[in-house]
C-alpha cells in the first residue's frame, strides 16, 4: 500500500488526486493552509474511504517549519512516505501587469517557487533516509514557455518550476529517489472560475471558446494522472494529460467545439 502526500489538497487538482488514490488502496494525507476547509474534507473522506487510509495535516507550504511537520507527522502516523506530490499552487487574476493587484504578486512567487522547493528539500531529505520515495511537481501554464495574456506572473512562476525539475532530476539520477512532472492540462477549479466571473465581457467569450475545446474537469483528468503515477518506476516522468496532439484533435471535433462547460455556471 503506497502512502500519499498531496500538498493544497482540500479542493480542486490535490483532491481529485486524493480520491483517485483512495479508490486504489493507497493512504493519502490531505493538506491545507485552512483548518476549518482541512477538517470537513478529511471527515468526508473517511467516510467514503475508512478512517484509517485518511489523515489530515494542516500546512502552509511557504512556511518551512510547517512543510517539515507535514513530512514528521505522516512519518510519524504511518511509517513511511512513498509519493509526494506538490500540488499546492495559487495563480493571479487575469489581468496585464500594468493593472495586476501588487498585493497579489509575493504570495504567487511564494507559494509556487518558494513552497515546491521547501517540499522537494524536506521530502528528497526524509526519502534518501528511508530509501525509497518518488516526488512530483505540478505543471501548469509556462511550463512550456508559452505566453497568455494577463498571466505573466503565473506563467513566470511556472516555467521556473519546469526549470527547478528538470534541475531536481538530474540531481537524484542514480539516488534511491525518483522525481517527475505532472501535466494536467486546463483544469476547471473554484479560481478558475471566480476568475472568468471578473472579465470583460469579450475576454469571456474568447475564454470560453477555447475552455470548452481544451478545459476538463478534476474528475476526468485525475483518474489518468494518478494511474500513470503508480505505474512509474523511473526518474524523469513526465506524465502529461493534455499533450499538442491531443489539443490540435480537439480544436478540429465538433464534439468538443460544441461543449458547454460554463451556462450551468451562469457564464
Keep these: 500500500m503506497k502512502t500519499v502526500i498531496i500538498t493544497g489538497s482540500t479542493k480542486g487538482i490535490g483532491l481529485g488526486l486524493a480520491k483517485e488514490f483512495l479508490k486504489r488502496d493507497c493512504s493519502v494525507v490531505i493538506s491545507s493552509r485552512s483548518r476549518d476547509k482541512l477538517k470537513q474534507v478529511v471527515q468526508n473522506l473517511k467516510e467514503t474511504f475508512g478512517s484509517d487510509r485518511v489523515m489530515g495535516q494542516p500546512c502552509d507550504v511557504t512556511d518551512y517549519s510547517q512543510v517539515q511537520v507535514l513530512w514528521d507527522a505522516t512519518q510519524k502516523e504511518l511509517g513511511k ?45 526524509g526519502m534518501t533516509k528511508q530509501g525509497f520515495g518518488q516526488i512530483y511537481n505540478m505543471e501548469g501554464h509556462g511550463s512550456d514557455d508559452r505566453k497568455l495574456p494577463g498571466l505573466t506572473v503565473y506563467g513566470t512562476t511556472k516555467r521556473a518550476v519546469r526549470y527547478f525539475s528538470e534541475a531536481l532530476i538530474d540531481e537524484v539520477e542514480g539516488t534511491p529517489v525518483q522525481a517527475g512532472m505532472l501535466s494536467p492540462g486546463i483544469v476547471l477549479t473554484d479560481f478558475l472560475l471566480d476568475d472568468m466571473r471578473k472579465m470583460p465581457p469579450e475576454q469571456l467569450e474568447m475564454t470560453k471558446t477555447i ?57
Excluded: H, M
Design 81 to 125: 512516505v512513498d509519493i509526494w506530490i506538490n500540488n499546492a499552487g495559487i495563480t493571479n487574476t487575469t489581468r496585464p501587469l500594468l493593472e495586476l493587484d501588487t498585493a497579489e504578486i509575493s504570495p504567487i512567487i511564494n507559494t509556487n517557487i518558494t513552497g515546491l522547493i521547501y517540499g522537494c528539500q524536506i521530502a528528497l531529505r
Design 211 to 267: 475552455y470548452n475545446c481544451l478545459a476538463d474537469k478534476p474528475e476526468t483528468v485525475t483518474p489518468f494522472l494518478v494511474e500513470n503515477i503508480l505505474e512509474n518506476d523511473k526518474n524523469g516522468a513526465e506524465i502529461v494529460w493534455l499533450t499538442e496532439e491531443k489539443a490540435n484533435e480537439r480544436f478540429n471535433s465538433d464534439e468538443y467545439n460544441s461543449r458547454d462547460f460554463f451556462s450551468q455556471y451562469g457564464l
